[in-house]
Structures are given as structure tokens and as C-alpha cells.
């Protein structure tokens, strides 16, 4: 039974050999080890004394029942939380947001452009939906929400009144404010230290999509800095992903037409009508298990490796885009006058469990970094800030983006390279 399990870790890695098996590490940690202990208890089985054998069984699978019971425990902590990520309401909850009148539960663009059939970058929803309610997540207590201002993003629309912009933030749902209270997210943080900012942040974005949203929107609101937000966790996949879809990846050409919300508005119409019919679908564990990777995490014991700091990432593959998405976006902002710069977001993996993993991260930022300083796009390295922090972990909360405290830390550490007039300098210091 031992072995059995054990050997599963090999195969699976072995089938996604890029992911999984294309390192030294990779294959240290999930082939060679495994296939050494399912070796060791396959002997012990065949070849030791039957007490012996006996013996070594019943401790090893003691110890492999106690790890299940520890990610059993992990994973129904985690259920209310992805359940909430997934836009899913008590009934108390549906009947007060459906007496609020018209709101829209959680989305990606991508999705977006799935229901509504786009097929050219110029009629693509590139936008949240204008002056509508939005509900980031669902604690037990609230429901955690903002007015959309007249673009479809998580700002107060006023912030656009004085004509003058001075940050304007591209992202995902770190940029968004996901699960924060209005006021209390990294770009609000900013406003709250005297910077004119503006999020242009969308759950499940990604670098391309970014870059599509910066052609549209920057020129009209001509920012003095904008930055794009990367996060670890994620956005190297979601813009390997983005590079299939063939009107998405046009935004790489020199003179692709972007579009104006006004050419968008055909599809936005299509989009709110499909997420209406979408929103009054209630969300069962059925959607979290089909949009989720919960049960393979579980069966690999995800979770509880993580917090021994032995879950390491996938292989990370160069993708040359990437610098092409920078050179692309730093050209469009110094079309203005503006300057580009990058903001590096690790995930909370990073600072979890009693074995350093911190490496096994490495190769995307080292990645992003010469991606970075190839193009001459200043690094604002959030993560060697956190590694000195007493406990980094704090900084996230439950659902792995920014805690109160974390979205004040990095609004910080943003700020002060912004007034300081010196993001290059600053972005070295910390760590490029």
C-alpha cells in the first residue's frame, strides 16, 4: 500500500515531465525520493522477517494516515474559503445582495470573452462592468464588495476628477482588492498616502492581458507611472495561456488597435447578459471540484507539504513574450511621456513551513528579473521587502492574497520609491 501511493508521485510527475521532472530538484523531490522509500518499503515487505515487516507497516502508514487526517483538516478549512473565492452566497446573503439590486458575483476577462464569442482585440471586454456592484468574496459575517467607477474597475470614480493621474496599476486580483474592504486594498493604501492612484486590476488577468488594457485605457488617462503587478503565483501561467487565444496575442504588434470602450460595447452587452444567467446558478461543491484542483492537491498532500516547506513549484520555462509584453507596454507609456515600471508579488508559499523552499522559487524571479532588466523596466522586488519581515506569512491572508496588514506593507514600499523620485535606484535596493 506504501509503495503503491509512494510510486504514484514519480508517475504523475514522469507524465508532466516539463512541470514536474526537468530539474535536479524536481526530480530529487518528487521522483528519485519517492521511488527510494517505495523501494525501501517494497524490500521491507518482501524480504524482512514478517514482525519486522508488520512492524515497519503499521508505523509508516500511522504516520501517512496522520498526514491525510492533518490535509482532511486543512483542505475543510480551505473549502469555505474557495467556496467564497467561487462567488458562492448563504441564502441570508443572496436575499439582502438581490434587495441591493443589480450586482455581478466574481469574474475574469477571459471568461467574458468566452460567453460573449470575441473574436478581435478591438471588441474584446477588457473591463469589469461600469457603476455596477461587485462582489469580491463572502465571509460569514459580510459580503465584501465595491461600486465599479466608469470603466468597470475597483475605484471611487471621483478619483478621476481631478484630470491628473500619477500611478495607475495593472494587475489581477491583488490590483482588484480581493476579499479587502473598499479602502483597505493596496491601490486605496495608496491614495491614502497622497498618491494620485487608479487599479486596473481583474481577477485571473495575466501580463497579455494587462498589456491589451494599458493600449486601451493609458492613453486616455495618460498616468506619469504606471505598474504592472506580477504576481508568482500565477500570472506566468495565465499569460502562457493568453498567448493561444489569437486576437488576445495580437496586442503584441506594433500597431495593434486596442480598441475604446465604446467599440467593447457589444460585447459587454452579450457578457452581462451570459454572467447574469451565470450569477443566478447557485455554487456547489460540484463547481469546486470541476474549477479546482482540490482533490489532486489533496491526494498529493499539498497542503500539509506546504507547510513543511517541501511543496516545491513546477519547472518554470523561459517564454520569450514575456520581454515582448514589456516592450510593448514601456513603448505605449513613453508614447505619453510616462515611465513603465514592474512590481514582483510572491506567493505566500514562499514563507510557509519549518524547511526553507525559498529557492525552489527562484527560477521564475530570476526569469522575470533578466526579463525585466532586459528591456530597462525598473523591478520593485516585493519579496526580498517580505523575506524581512519577523513572519512574512502574516501579510496574507487565508485565500493566499494580501492581508490588511500586507496591502499597507507593499502601498509602502510602492509609495516610497514613487515620491522619492527614484524607482530605478530603489527597485535595485530591494533586491533586482
Known sequence: MLAVYLLLSPIYALYHFKEYASSIPLIARYVLAPVVLALFFLAVGLFAKPSVALTAGVYALSVLGGLFLFETLLTLRSVPVRMSMLGQLSPEQSAAIAREGDVVRGFTLPQLNRLSDVKDLNRAVLSGFPAQQVILCAQPSSVVSYRADRYGFNNPDSV??????????????????????????????????????VGFGIRGSGPLTELAMLGRFGPMLRPRHVLIVFFEGNDWRNLEGELLISWLRSALDEYADFGTPQSAGAAMLRARAAIGELNRQPITVADLLARTEVLRNFFALQQTFARLGLNFPGATQDIPEFRHVLRRSKS????????????????????????????????????VARGAASEAVPLIDLS????????????????????????????????????????ADAAVREGR
Open 160 to 197: 478621476y476628477d481631478s484630470g491628473r493621474i500619477d500611478v495607475m496599476l495593472l494587475g489581477d486580483s491583488f490590483v482588484e482588492g480581493f476579499c479587502l474592504p473598499p479602502g483597505v486594498d493596496l491601490v486605496s493604501q495608496l491614495r491614502q498616502k497622497a498618491v494620485s492612484a
Open 384 to 423: 526580498t521587502a517580505f523575506e524581512g519581515r519577523p513572519r512574512p506569512q502574516e501579510l496574507y491572508g487565508a485565500d493566499g492574497h494580501f492581508s490588511d496588514s500586507g496591502a499597507v506593507f507593499a502601498a509602502e514600499i510602492i509609495a516610497r520609491h514613487i515620491q522619492d523620485g527614484s524607482i
Open 332 to 367: 505605449i507609456v513613453q508614447s505619453w511621456g510616462g515611465s513603465l515600471q514592474l512590481v514582483y508579488v510572491p506567493r505566500v508559499d514562499r514563507y510557509l513551513g519549518a524547511f526553507s523552499a525559498r529557492s525552489a522559487f527562484e527560477p521564475l524571479r530570476s526569469l
